[in-house]
């Protein structure tokens, strides 16, 4: 690219294990960016974008650099299996075809593929909605070039675990080069995985029946010998309302497992953009507000600890964040932390406090023996 020169005051280049970056003050008569310029950012063989500063608009350059590393699909590929037959076993308790195992010998006891198939209805939608959160993750960082891994599913016992999985993950191996970056793929992965549970839940819901007095109005799934109580928050309070039976919001409903799968995935969003340690909320708050993370991390940790006198859960997120952050509640430097996020950045971070407020229930979870 021996015609930067040209179009640039100054530039300067990281050299990372995965990619270039090259950020340049751009030349006032090419900002525009001029014809010249445009042409040759066509030809660049990495993503470009633009960052306006104090000094000037500066132009933002990647390129890929080629990957010696192979991915393990087999790995991803049985740990997918493996978090598909642990889900269809707890989707298989849920439709009453599965008995609850208390024991990891008895939960090692196979029933047969007729008493596992119906687990199929909550299996199915619940990996869709962690696959779709985890490729958001994904797309959005390829789309940077940074090099991350494919997801990785976690399958669970039933015992303790009522769900069958852990989640999912993937992996950056690679810092983003600015705060840009990084909020882009913390927002992706739980938007991604919103526009696939919103649906499953209507429609889960649409399959789902009134259960009778004198249970009070509510969501509520069998589990075994157990009734679980499922936390409201504003976004299922509406789809039940408009696609419950009978307007849903008055009746004590017990969830078609496509329905609990939906409501899974809800409460799987609302975890992660908790705004604090390495959670989604915590990358977003880091990217938005890079002086205010600590702060806003300790007192949501705060937060947590309060809301444990009415849910245990709570205590268990915040005891887990407390020791990944060491208590220090910091959150890992971005290539370049000065770069300014762009202002469209500030009304998507505005979304996603609001999908935060939408998707929150205070109780999550209760059980009923």
């Known amino acids: 690219m021996s015609l930067l020169p040209e179009f640039f005051l100054a530039a300067r280049t990281v050299r990372l294990p995965d990619r270039e970056i090259i950020e340049a003050v751009v030349d006032p008569v090419h900002a525009g960016p001029s014809p010249a310029l445009a042409r040759l950012l066509q030809s660049w063989p990495g993503p470009v974008y633009w960052a306006d500063e104090a000094d000037g608009r500066r132009l933002v350059l990647i390129r890929p650099l080629p990957r010696a590393r192979r991915e393990r699909w087999g790995v991803h590929a049985l740990l997918a299996a493996a978090t598909l037959i642990t889900t269809m076993m707890a989707g298989a308790v849920l439709a009453g ?5 208390g024991s990891l010998t008895d939960w ?64 950056l191996r690679s810092p983003p080069a600015d705060r840009r970056q990084l909020f882009d793929v913390a927002l992706a992965g739980p938007v991604a995985g919103l526009i696939v549970a919103l649906p499953v839940l209507a429609i889960g819901l649409g399959l789902s029946h009134p259960l009778p007095a004198p249970l009070p109005h ?81 007192s949501v940790w705060v937060g947590l600890v309060v809301l444990s006198y009415w849910w245990a859960g709570w205590a268990f997120w915040a005891v887990v964040v407390f020791l990944v952050s060491r208590g220090q509640f ?40």
């Not at 995935?265 to 975890?271: A, I, S």
């Open 97 to 101: 075809t599965w008995p609850y195992l």
């Open 330 to 369: 910091i959150h890992p430097s971005v290539v370049d932390v000065y770069r300014p996020l762009p202002a469209s950045r500030g009304w998507l971070a505005v979304i996603a406090l609001l999908l935060f407020a939408l998707t929150f229930a205070p109780i999550p979870l209760g059980v009923i023996e």
């Open 108 to 171: 090692l006891t196979w029933h047969g593929f007729d008493h596992l198939l119906p687990g199929w209805a909550y299996a199915v939608p619940l990996m869709a909605i962690l696959l779709a959160h985890e490729l958001g993750h994904y797309v959005a960082a390829r789309r940077y070039a940074i090099d991350v891994s494919p997801p990785y599913f976690i399958p669970a016992p039933m015992y303790p675990f009522l769900i069958g999985t852990l989640g999912a993950f993937i992996r």
């Open 218 to 298: 509510g969501m509520y799934a069998q589990f075994g010998g157990y009734t679980l109580v499922l936390g409201d928050s504003v976004a299922t309070m509406v789809l039940r309302t408009l696609f419950g039976p009978g307007g849903g919001t008055g009746l004590a409903l017990e969830l078609h497992p496509v329905a609990f799968a939906g409501w899974l995935g809800l409460l799987v969003t609302m975890f992660n953009l908790l705004p604090m340690g390495q959670l989604d909320g915590g990358h977003i708050v880091y990217a938005a507000l890079r002086r205010w993370h600590r702060t806003v991390a300790m």
